[in-house]
Nanobody, 124 residues
Framework: QVQLVESGGGSVQAGGSLRLSCAASGDSISSYCMGWFRQAPGKEREGIASSSLDGRTTYRDSVKGRFIISKDSANDTLYLQMNSLKPEDTAMYYC??????????????????WGKGTLVTISS
């Protein structure tokens, strides 16, 4: 099984950028569909970006064009580059992994392994 640890969260002003990292251990991220999720206060957790085994990426409409998911398979690290941040991006951000087919990875369901999250706060 894989263990996931997120880092890189923090507080920035609207319009700023952050890069989140998710370090994996115990197994290679190349073996998994990987995803980023977030949960804002009082709201349900939502999938925002995924990267399938064959490298296909998917984004939630609310982050499309602003966020970029990427993988460094050599170092078993997943990234989320977040640009043009908005106050509504404020949330706890989680990285997740699952043995999910390429075609289903974009639906964000079936993730098995989760990190503990990193907090992102965007001020206006």
């Amino acid at each position: 099984q894989v263990q996931l640890v997120e880092s890189g969260g923090g507080s920035v002003q609207a319009g700023g950028s952050l890069r989140l990292s998710c370090a994996a251990s115990g197994d290679s991220i190349s073996s998994y569909c990987m995803g980023w999720f977030r949960q804002a206060p009082g709201k349900e957790r939502e999938g925002i970006a995924s990267s399938s085994l064959d490298g296909r990426t998917t984004y939630r409409d609310s982050v499309k064009g602003r966020f970029i998911i990427s993988k460094d398979s050599a170092n078993d690290t997943l990234y989320l580059q977040m640009n043009s941040l908005k106050p509504e991006d404020t949330a706890m951000y989680y990285c997740a992994a699952g043995r999910i087919s390429n075609s289903w990875c974009r639906y964000y369901s079936g993730m098995t392994y989760w990190g503990k999250g990193t907090l992102v706060t965007i001020s206006s």
